[in-house]
T-cell receptor, first 112, second 114 residues
């Protein structure tokens, strides 16, 4: 069966510090991968998606970036965090063709 | 732009039926999906309607009318564990990938009371 992992589960970082969140998927190959952010009490905002190694599409201009160094690994990064980067970050995957995405457990980021 | 509108909160009694509506403002959606998210947890897929009509999965049913840009999620025989946020989402295809980008509504927080 397929599983998706994210770490860390929670993170408290000062403004201006760097960020690296990691997501890995097991039990499948060549998945589509997504990064979402959810502000408190809000819906999910798509940040990045990837259909293959090294292929990243950005949905929202911001100080975040994403990379996919391996088939089942997706990394979200920032060089300098802003207060507005606080939120619940969710990684998700799906396979072609599918209207159903599978979400990881998420990382709750607080920027102080 | 694409947007989906849902009520922000709904309260219902255990054992009752509740309907959560979703209206959308776009012509590009390939149907409507529904996700459930418990507090602090990750969203999980509930159902998808690609065609007009009703889809039933156990206690949950989902309906879509593409001509009205409207859908709903129906939860029957409510249980306390159904207390969660429910999101409608519209999948739109992105080129060259054969998969779908989801645009989510802001979610409806359902509280089930005894």
């Amino acid at each position: 069966s397929q599983t998706i992992h994210q770490w860390p589960a929670t993170l408290v970082q000062p403004v201006g510090s760097p960020l690296s969140l990691e997501c890995t998927v097991e039990g499948t190959s060549n998945p589509n991968l997504y990064w979402y952010r959810q502000a408190a009490g809000r819906g999910l905002q798509l940040l990045f998606y990837s259909v293959g190694i090294g292929q990243i599409s950005s949905e929202v201009p911001q100080n975040l970036s994403a990379s996919r160094p391996q088939d089942r690994q997706f990394i979200l990064s920032s060089k300098k965090l802003l207060l507005s980067d606080s939120g619940f970050y969710l990684c998700a995957w799906d396979k072609v063709p599918s209207y159903e995405q599978y979400f990881g457990p998420g990382t709750r980021l607080t920027v102080t | 732009g694409q947007s989906l509108e849902q009520p922000s909160e709904v309260t219902a009694v255990e054992g009752a039926i509740v309907q959560i509506n979703c209206t959308y403002q776009t012509s590009g959606f390939y149907g409507l999906s529904w996700y459930q998210q418990h507090d602090g947890g990750a969203p999980t897929f509930l159902s998808y309607n690609g065609l007009d009509g009703l889809e039933e999965t156990g206690r949950f049913s989902s309906f879509l009318s593409r001509s009205d840009s409207y859908g709903y999620l129906l939860l029957q025989e409510l249980q306390m564990k159904d207390s969660a946020s429910y999101f409608c989402a519209g999948p739109t295809p992105y080129s060259g990938a054969g998969s779908y980008q989801l645009t989510f509504g802001k979610g409806t927080k359902l509280s089930v009371i005894p």
